[in-house]
């Protein structure tokens, strides 16, 4: 094996580890919880070998550099890619034909825009909206206040899918300081989903550093980068 695969594959390992004792805690499996290996920075040949070891969700934040290693990733025909960062309308389009959900919906006019080529190329594209948990720390994401009318219209678009919420709290090096945070977000989604009458089952929150509380409060998908692939190059 290479450096990076067993490098990789000792980093899965332990990652799953702490993923099946975190859900145990919570009174829920492992398979409740789903690894979403985020490739920012990360050479083709390292996602190449993540999929090798059974991974099959993939994050990235930026169009772009989803779309400049596509090619090099075609192969892996049952990768899910989640778009997980903020996403200017003007590349909506790239969006959808490179991505297969959007984690981080935060706005009407986004919204309209992806039904717009959703509804021109007959597909539907699963969404999860993101909120803004800690405004004075964050610039992206929608406020709690504004969710439910947002929620509320993206219902009304029939080529998106509303499957939950996505929220990206501060970061402290102590995770149990950032509980409070995913807490909350469970709490937004259960008083949306019966406002709204729908499932919303998904809730995408925790990462390398504090994946595990978030597990504990009720995530449904985690959002590892450093914890898999390393420290990311500046
Ligand atoms: C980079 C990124 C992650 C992963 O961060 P790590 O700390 O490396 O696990 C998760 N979610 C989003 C939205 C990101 O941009």
């Not at 300081?177 to 259960?190: A, I, M, T």
């Given at each position: 094996m290479s450096s990076i695969a067993s490098a990789l594959a000792a980093a899965l390992e332990s990652v799953r580890a702490r993923i099946a004792r975190a859900a145990e805690r919570s009174g829920r499996t492992a398979e409740s919880v789903t690894l979403v290996a985020v490739t920012k920075t990360v050479a083709a040949e390292a996602i190449c070998e993540a999929y090798r070891l059974g991974l099959r969700h993939f994050g990235e934040n930026r169009v772009q550099e989803r779309e400049a290693k596509r090619a090099a990733l075609d192969e892996l025909t049952e990768a899910v890619w989640h778009m997980i960062g903020h996403l200017q309308r003007n590349k909506a389009r790239r969006a959808i034909e490179?991505?297969?959900?959007?984690?981080?919906?935060?706005?009407?006019?986004?919204?309209?825009?992806?039904?717009?080529?959703?509804?021109?190329?007959?597909?539907?594209?699963?969404?999860?909206?993101?909120?803004?948990?800690?405004?004075?720390?964050s610039k992206t994401g929608v406020e709690p206040e504004a969710l439910p009318a947002l929620a509320e219209e993206v219902l009304r678009l029939p080529h998106l899918e509303l499957e939950g919420l996505l929220a990206v709290p501060p970061f402290h090096s102590d995770p149990e300081?950032?509980?409070?945070?995913?807490?909350?977000?469970?709490?937004?989604?259960?008083?949306?989903?019966?406002?709204?009458?729908?499932?919303?089952?998904r809730l995408s929150m925790g990462m390398s550093h504090d994946f595990e509380v978030a597990i504990e409060e009720g995530a449904t998908e985690i959002?590892?980068?450093?914890?898999?692939f390393g420290p990311r190059r500046p």
């Open positions: 490179l991505f297969h959900r959007l984690d981080s919906l935060d706005s009407l006019r986004l919204a309209e825009k992806l039904e717009a080529v959703a509804a021109e190329r007959g597909v539907r594209m699963p969404v999860l909206i993101e909120v803004r948990l800690a405004p004075e720390e300081q950032v509980r409070p945070y995913f807490r909350r977000l469970r709490e937004l989604r259960d008083r949306l989903a019966s406002q709204l009458g729908v499932p919303l089952p959002r590892l980068g450093t914890a898999l």
